[in-house]
């Protein structure tokens, strides 16, 4: 069984950095897609940023030049290092895994709660 685990989050002030990790069950290799969600209250969930089997990267506008999605196939994790914190980066983030082709099949995490206050 395919399981996502995330971990990292917590209380941080504005312009701050936390490091979020998503441990896989199963070879991350296996994944042609990973990424990383957040859903703030009230809102819909949004993708923040993903990163490839061949290693292209890519972000929400929010985000470019603070995150970077990284992987360490050799710890079947996934990161996501978030730098220059701010308040409205307050969420819920998820991490995300495609795999398959016939039928492909996507995998979610519990979440992790960040928030970003004084």
């Known amino acids: 069984q395919v399981q996502l685990v995330e971990s990292g989050g917590g209380l941080v002030q504005p312009g701050g950095s936390l490091r979020l990790s998503c441990a896989a069950s199963v070879s991350i290799s296996s994944f042609y897609a990973l990424a990383w969600y957040r859903q703030a209250p009230g809102k819909q969930r949004e993708l923040v940023a993903t990163?490839?089997?061949?290693?292209?990267?890519g972000y929400a506008d929010s985000v470019k030049a603070r995150f970077t999605i990284s992987r360490d196939n050799a710890k079947n994790t996934v990161y996501l290092q978030m730098n220059n914190l701010k308040p409205e980066d307050t969420a819920v983030y998820y991490c995300?895994?495609?795999?398959?082709?016939?039928?492909?099949?996507?995998?979610w995490g519990q979440g992790t709660q960040v928030t970003v206050s004084s």
């Open positions: 990163i490839l089997s061949g290693g292209t990267t």
């Open positions: 995300n895994g495609a795999r398959g082709i016939s039928p492909p099949m996507t995998y």
